[in-house]
């Protein structure tokens, strides 16, 4: 069985971009539209000799919701139930949301091992990029950009010795 990591994280934060470039194929749709790839999307990846399943997600309620209390939608609850590690992106430009604390809460509760990870990092420090975070709890965050590739096969080599 092929190790399967799920994206996560709240609309825009480049989930489908990050699925891009580790499965490198155009499948899931990357759109400046928050929101707009709803379904589940599995793909394939590697890297180096390793194959993993990974699972785009964008099933969070739509942007416009943003900022109210509401449930994660059925489908991402099922990319986390079906993770073997779960990478859960924030977005190191908009900095931290109450939407990420809320996933944040469901993913602790989940009992998956979690990596949190702070997207659009390109050209940025580690520590003021990273500052915000620190508040959810989860430690040290991993940092990449997904639009670049910056730092993502180091992401995915330590996902997967956590899977
Ligand atoms: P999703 O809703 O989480 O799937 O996010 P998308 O992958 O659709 O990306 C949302 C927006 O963020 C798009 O405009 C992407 O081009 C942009 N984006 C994604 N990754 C990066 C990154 O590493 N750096 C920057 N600057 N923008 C990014
Ligand atoms: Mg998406």
Do not use: C, W
Request: charged share 25%.
């Amino acid at each position: 069985m092929k190790p399967v990591i799920a994206l996560i994280g709240r609309p825009n934060v480049g989930k489908s971009t990050l699925f891009n470039r580790l499965t490198r194929s155009r499948d899931a749709l990357v759109a400046d539209l928050p929101g707009l790839t709803r379904d589940r999307h599995y793909g394939e990846g590697r890297v180096g000799e390793r194959p993993f399943l990974v699972i785009d997600t964008g099933g969070f309620e739509p942007v416009a919701k943003e900022g109210i209390v509401h449930e994660m939608a059925k489908q991402t609850k099922q990319a986390v139930a079906e993770a073997d590690v779960v990478i859960f992106i924030v977005d190191g430009r908009q900095g931290l949301t109450p939407h990420d604390k809320t996933i944040t809460d469901y993913l602790r509760k989940s009992g998956r091992s979690v990596m949190l990870v702070v997207n659009k990092a390109e050209g940025m420090r580690y520590t003021s990029v990273t500052a915000d975070f620190y508040e959810l709890g989860m430690g040290d965050p991993y940092v990449i950009s997904a639009a670049h590739g910056d730092g993502v096969a180091d992401l995915v080599e330590e996902a997967l010795d956590i899977a």
